[in-house]
């Protein structure tokens, strides 16, 4: 049944069994169909108005619809128009079409095969959702590709037209998508150019992203947990492992989610002509933003790496911060002008000796997760911070005290100790206890006293 409040935007009129609403502008739209075809053929005119759109769900759930034939004079395919046409295996798409809207064949998994016409614009969001496509020509001209606008199918290969300005998370999400890697980026292109869109991540972890300058578009979602594959348990706090961004100058717009979920963003250096500063809106949403931003006005402020000590550092308000290692060296050192260790540094699989320096004041968060061999940490009388977790997944780690003694006081004012608190030490030939390391969820209030040895600074450290 036809909503009667559809009368107020035009004219009802039914031909051939198919209803249209014709326009004041004596334009006409296919609003529905009063019986099963299983084979349609839309005119370009009816009772003298052009046909020039198809209302949103005018076929959805149609199961008796196998077949659909459009006249060039189609501008416009609404939102669901054809949802779960689950029969529906041959449309012909005019070449005047501009938009498909959002979820408008979602479903259609009997639709192998399309032609998108040249003149199309913009493609909605999960618009050939779970569709049975294997193979999509985007047409030149083409300017926006909405969220997961052709998920759930088998395609292999596709060109992205020049014309592209914007690109969803997930649009294509086929396990066998064709995709250029370059610099740690996973590109879509044309023969072109094949580094025309940002796209993903690969599947590896990777620490320092660079974009190429003949990227155009960064697909949004790419860095976000979204679009990802390489992620932890809680996307809240880990996503990946991307440390250092650097955009290069073709990129002209940065969509809003492009940063969401980076825990371990030191910097981002920025060619292009977009502001992407930890002040802007793209990271309105998100509590992880980089603590260093440079443009190609510094460019000498980039990430230096020191081949001599296999590590990478920048400097930032006064201070020499280690924003990663890599390295396969068994004992590492860190050099001595180094001032801070950034969160999520280290990730040496080979590592299982590291000499800190008395300059490094700071140890970042989880600055030696992904070392699971380390078993020896020398630390410098200089350490004043250590963040959360720092040792995390250390579990090969030799501290150097194994029973510390920690108490608090009673309610009667009494001295008592307290067998769950687990408290570890580590430091160097000096010093034995720079760092008091409590394995604990619970944090210490001020009751808590060390009747021991008083440590530079205490380390909290969730046990695995």
């Known amino acids: 049944m036809i909503d009667p409040r559809i009368k107020d935007f035009g004219t009802l009129y039914t031909q051939d069994d198919v209803n249209y609403l014709i326009a004041p502008d004596n334009t006409a739209m296919v609003i529905g169909v009063n019986s099963a075809f299983s084979r349609l053929v839309i005119p370009k005119e009816v009772n003298g108005a052009i046909v020039t759109a198809i209302d949103a769900s005018a076929f959805e ?40 809207g959002f979820m408008a064949f979602t479903g259609c998994d009997s639709l192998e095969e399309v032609n998108l016409g040249s003149s199309l614009k913009e493609i909605g969001f999960e618009a050939f959702s779970n569709c049975g496509l294997t193979n999509i020509v985007l047409p030149e001209g083409l300017k926006q590709i909405g969220y997961r606008a052709f998920s759930g199918n088998d395609i292999v290969k596709v060109s992205i037209p020049d014309s592209i300005e914007e690109v969803g998370v997930a649009c294509f999400d086929s396990p066998d998508l064709e995709l250029n890697e370059k610099n740690h980026v996973l590109y879509l292109g044309n023969e072109h150019n094949p580094y025309l869109v940002a796209y993903n991540l690969p599947n ?20 976000s947990s979204l679009n990802s594959e390489y992620s932890f348990e809680s996307p809240t706090l880990f996503c990946n492992g991307v440390v250092s961004i650097k955009i290069g100058r073709g990129v002209k717009f940065i969509p809003l989610q492009a940063f969401d979920y980076l825990p371990r963003l030191i910097e981002i250096f920025n060619l292009s002509t977009v502001d992407c500063s930890p002040e802007s809106e793209y990271f309105a949403e998100t509590e992880f933003k980089p603590v260093a931003y440079f443009t190609s006005e510094d460019a ?151 009747t021991q040895r008083e440590p530079n600074v205490l380390a909290f450290n969730e046990p695995m």
């Open 204 to 223: 590896y972890y990777c620490m320092q992203t660079v974009i190429d300058d003949d990227c155009k578009v960064i697909c949004d979602g790419m860095f």
């Open 300 to 450: 000498e402020s980039i990430i230096i790496d020191d081949e001599e000590y296999d590590i990478s550092y920048y400097e930032h308000n006064g201070k020499k911060i280690l924003a990663y290692s890599t390295g396969d060296k068994a004992v590492v050192n860190v050099p001595p002008y180094i001032d801070e260790i950034a969160p999520y540094a280290f990730e040496c699989d080979e590592m299982v000796e590291i000499n800190l320096p008395d300059s490094v004041k700071k140890i970042g968060i989880y600055a030696f997760l992904f070392c699971p061999n380390l078993s020896k940490i020398n630390v410098g009388n200089g350490v004043k911070e250590v963040g959360y977790n720092a040792f995390y997944s250390c579990e090969e780690l030799e501290y150097l005290d194994s029973e510390p003694l920690y108490a608090k006081f009673d309610e009667d004012g009494d001295f008592i100790l307290d067998e769950d608190i687990q408290v570890k030490y580590l430091g160097n030939a000096e010093n034995k206890h720079v760092i008091g390391v409590i394995h604990t969820a619970e944090e210490l209030t001020s009751d808590w006293i060390i």
């Open 61 to 100: 759930n149609d199961l008796n619809l196998m077949s659909v034939e459009l006249p060039d004079t189609i501008k416009e395919i609404g939102a669901m128009a054809f949802y779960y046409c689950e029969n529906l295996d041959e449309i012909i798409l005019p070449d005047g079409l501009e938009t498909i």
